[in-house]
């Protein structure tokens, strides 16, 4: 205790000294400034001063007076600055600020917490009844109130300020435990009460003009509850007070256009949210909590369109409604994560109600006119959250609940994100890009989910159905809007190219094999399709994405050999339905890719699809290899301990090249005819350094003479086609 004591009158006397340091300070910068602007008023002076006059001598006339003198003539393309009048620069009244405003502030909030904590000592050691104690507490919250609002009091604006906000703080704190805590009142006359409270806050910060009385009021409003914890289970009392609180909060930040202050609220009421499911108040229900979640979501979003309609809408109250819709789907994915379980028509709700209160809010802004708001970011961050708390649930609890009722809770989420640009506004991108990305989104779980629970006979009809959306917000585009094919509209490039990604996956879904690599491959080239309808560039350069990372899941994922058994069949095995249509996309996108190609990429985008081709088109050649002559279930390469094998490679290789030699010449490519000689000459090094030697005689004469065969008409193509050009190079 001893120690506490002398820990605090360290801190006094440290407040002191500082104080004392910071007013000496002041008096001094305001010495040293009253200094300067002496010595310079003299200088002024001093050059103002005529030097003394000398007499004329009587050949040279006098000169003119100032008044008849010429002004001087400007340079040219230069103007001269205008004069301004230099203001001595004022110094911070540390002095004030410490010795008014801080200790008006803290006696202030130090008053409010000891009238609250001696309510709650009274009420631990029954010094007077709980009538006493309400009827004392609002005498001393009106007292401070009337005597900051005297007219004599409030010419010392700090100290006024912090005596009605004090008295306001004590008046929550004074309604709340006179309803929760005794009983004394109902709720209809708590909340009365609760709103003549916040109708005197509203009147006070708009009589005395002072963002602190307002600030006091949020701080003050929202640690009431925490100040007066309690066990009991009491979420109506609770979340209707956070309620009202909130809507006052919103009216003085309306008023007197102090609108961070919504933010301040929203930020309050989640917190209260979450302090509440944690058991802080008492304990707490989920299906209680996910109505609350909701709840104040939908107050903060119609606080959000009564200013609207208003005409005072900004951005921080679209920010405050995000942020209470975002704790919604956050406290979504945190019951998840946890592995209880609820049911599904549990946890969809949130997700579907919690992202319709966020979508709602594009109705706020289609009268706006704005491109671009900080609407797409919400929309944006609410779709990842969703597709995260989708992902926990199939992680811990796929197969619970009925598959149709998780079916129809997928779809409605897929309907409700593809409504975005007709909540929105049709004129605007983002909102059609949001539309686009949810489809691939929930279209993975609800695969997942019909592969796994019905037969999948008519599995390919799923794709169609997720292109419904997207070809109807095309046709939308072009019947209603009347926006041409050929403008390149970003809009009708994106729901095109999302129609054209549920197309090519038809096909491989309904072989199951591969069904999204192939489905890349073939979206690049319908995408390259697309742009000679749709001329937008952006169509090309996604079309490019995808094909990459087609080619990489295929060249650089080893795990593609382990997800089907070899199958007895060769040749003609699943390997060439994975490897070689593809390999065929790649050719087609390279042949179709079109024009113009202005860009650095476009110009090396045929190239690099024909080298991505050959190249897939060569590991699936050494695959057929490895697969005919493998033993057992496993695919095995090697280049030892068969003669066949190794002839085989070698031949293989040589031809490959072949054909990549012609395909060079014929396209007029050289990438592809630099890897044709690449190629050609490790297979003559394959050749000579290793088939001589491990090759037995037959093999061996085989191997050279197809080799040998091969490499001589490669020689004559390249005399006959190739060298004249590079002559004339």
Not at 478 to 483: A, D, F, H, I, M
Not at 515 to 532: H, N, Y
């Amino acid at each position: 205790m001893e120690s506490m004591v002398l820990l605090a009158l360290l801190f006094i006397a440290s407040l002191v000294v500082s104080i004392v340091v910071a007013a000496q300070f002041g008096k001094l910068r305001l010495s040293v400034e009253e200094l300067k602007r002496r010595v310079l008023k003299l200088e002024e002076q001093n050059a103002g001063r005529a030097p003394a006059a000398t007499p004329p001598r009587p050949t040279i006339p006098p000169p003119l007076p100032a008044f008849l003198k010429p002004p001087p003539i400007p340079a040219p393309g230069r103007q001269p600055l205008p004069q301004v009048a230099s203001e001595p620069i004022r110094p911070t009244d540390w002095e004030s600020i410490l010795g008014v405003k801080l200790f008006a502030w803290i006696g202030g909030l130090a008053f409010f917490l000891g009238v609250v904590f001696f309510v709650k000592y009274s009420f631990e050691n029954n010094l007077i009844t709980p009538v006493m104690r309400i009827v004392t507490g609002a005498i001393v919250g009106a007292a401070l109130i009337v005597v900051g609002a005297l007219t004599g009091v409030r010419r010392y604006r700090i100290p006024a300020q912090s005596l009605c906000a004090t008295g306001i703080l004590i008046l929550y704190a004074n309604i709340y435990a006179a309803y929760s805590l005794y009983g004394l009142i109902p709720l209809t006359a708590a909340t009365v009460f609760m709103w003549i409270v916040t109708g005197a806050a509203l009147f006070l910060a708009s009589h005395l003009a002072a963002q602190s009385v307002a600030w006091l009021g949020v701080i003050g409003g929202f640690l009431t509850p925490a100040l007066f914890w309690t066990n009991r289970d009491n979420p109506v009392a609770l979340f209707g007070y956070i309620g009202v609180l909130s809507c006052g909060i919103a009216a003085v930040s309306t008023l007197k256009r102090w609108n961070y202050l919504i933010l301040l609220a929203a930020i309050g009421s989640v917190a209260t949210e979450f302090a509440w499911t944690a058991d802080f108040f008492g304990p707490a229900r989920a299906e209680t909590a996910r109505t609350i979640f909701l709840g104040i979501e939908a107050l903060f979003l119609a606080i959000c369109i009564a200013q609207n309609q208003s005409g005072t809408r900004d951005p921080w109250s679209t920010i405050a409604t995000a942020v209470t819709g975002f704790a919604a789907l956050i406290f979504c994915s945190v019951l998840i994560f946890n592995q209880r379980r609820y049911s599904v028509d549990f946890i969809f709700p949130i997700l579907f109600f919690g992202n319709a209160g966020l979508i709602a809010l594009g109705t706020t802004t289609r009268s706006t006119g704005r491109k671009v708001n900080e609407l797409a970011f919400v929309l944006m961050c609410a779709l990842a959250l969703t597709w995260l708390a989708e992902w926990i649930w199939h992680d811990r609890m796929f197969g619970s609940g009925q598959p149709a009722v998780v079916f129809a809770w997928y779809a409605a989420l897929f309907l409700l994100f593809a409504a975005t640009p007709y909540v929105c506004g049709v004129d605007r991108l983002w909102p059609w890009l949001i539309g686009a990305a949810a489809a691939p989104l929930q279209f993975w779980f609800v695969y997942q989910l019909i592969r796994a629970r019905f037969p999948d006979d008519w599995i390919g009809l799923l794709p169609i159905a997720f292109a419904l959306p997207a070809a109807a917000g095309l046709t939308y585009l072009v019947k209603r809007q009347r926006v041409p094919l050929a403008s390149a509209d970003s809009r009708l490039a994106t729901q095109g190219a999302a129609v054209l990604l549920f197309i090519s996956l038809i096909f491989p879904v309904q072989f199951e094999h591969e069904w999204i690599t192939l489905g890349w491959a073939i979206e690049g080239v319908g995408l390259l399709l697309l742009f000679r309808w749709i001329p937008n560039r952006r169509l090309r350069a996604v079309a490019l994405i995808v094909f990459c990372a087609a080619f990489a899941r295929l060249a650089l994922n080893p795990a593609v050999f382990d997800y089907h058994a070899r199958s007895r069949v060769h040749i003609f095995n699943w390997y060439i339905y994975a490897y070689g249509l593809p390999a065929l996309c790649f050719f087609l996108g390279a042949h179709w890719f079109g024009e113009p190609r202005e860009k650095p990429y476009e110009r090396r985008a045929a190239p690099l699809l024909y080298s991505l081709g050959a190249i897939l088109g060569f590991l699936l050649l050494n695959i057929e290899i490895a697969d005919y002559f493998s033993i057992g279930p496993t695919l095995t390469f090697s280049f030892n301990g068969n003669f066949a094998r190794d002839m085989t490679y070698t031949i293989t290789w040589a031809i490959f090249a072949f054909g990549l030699l012609v395909a060079g010449v014929v396209k007029k490519l050289r990438p592809l005819r630099l890897s044709a000689i690449a190629l050609l000459s490790l297979a003559l090094a394959k050749l000579f350094l290793h088939d001589l030697d491990s090759l037995n005689q037959l093999y061996r004469i085989g191997a050279f003479i197809s080799v040998a065969v091969i490499a001589i008409v490669a020689s004559f193509i390249y005399q006959r086609f190739l060298s004249p050009s590079i002559e004339k190079s």
